[in-house]
């Protein structure tokens, strides 16, 4: 009785009357369905903390294998209003959320992904790098899904020495391998730059927003990477490409 968890709004539906059913990924028990009933009169105490993007501590009744909650109160821990400020933060957002909300199972329960996902929310908030923040949280979700591209040496022949990116391959490939593959005609900089990602933990985020920055064509690597080993696509993804263009 009384479960208390923080948790990022991922998004927010319509739903019976002046209801809404929100997303959330919770810090305890992974994805959580929410409804929140009355969030659109005038009266309500929870229409700002259960806006998108927000991180809120929320009080639920949790059941083990149950799908959907009541929601009994929440207060706003982070409010990232300013990501409303612009349509590049808020498709960048749109673009996490759904990576979270399509990749991962409902029932997965991983604090760390939490934690990266409201570290990444605030950097949007605060407009740094939105790229570096696709790259970041599409490498946590290819960990999780256990399809990590090897950036450590040729995917054909173990050579240390590498010249290029073969997504299909899963990986680097080297020059003397890979005429046997589709690959990516990247500069030495880009492929440094995937590495650097891919190898990343959480712990060394900071450090990598101050080493370098990212762009779009980052983001493609690893958005194309997860399409090809899982087959999942990114609606919001397109969107978000052409208000950055
Ligand atoms: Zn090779």
Known sequence: ????????????SEYKNNDALIKVLSKEYGKLSIVVKGIRKATSKNSSSCMPFCTSEFIFDYKYNQSIYNLKKSSIVTNNFKIYDSLDKLSACNVIAQIIDTSIPDMHKDSELFEICDYLLKKVNLNVDIYMCICLIL????????IVP???C????????????SLQGGGFVCKGCQKDFYFESLAV?????????????YKDYDTLFE?????LEDCDLFM???????????????FFKDSVM
Request: net charge positive; glycine share 6%.
């Open 150 to 152: 090897n950036v450590k």
């Open 224 to 238: 194309n990477f997860l399409k090809l080993h899982s087959g999942t696509n990114i609606k919001s993804y397109e």
């Open 1 to 12: 009785m009384n479960d208390t968890t923080l948790g990022i709004i991922l998004k927010q």
């Open 154 to 165: 040729c995917i054909n022949c173990g050579n240390e020495v590498i010249s290029s990116l």
């Open 211 to 215: 080493l370098f920055t990212c762009d």
């Open 189 to 201: 900089n880009r492929l440094k730059k995937f590495r650097y990602l891919v190898m990343a933990e």
């Open 139 to 146: 490498v946590k979700i290819l960990k999780i899904n256990g």
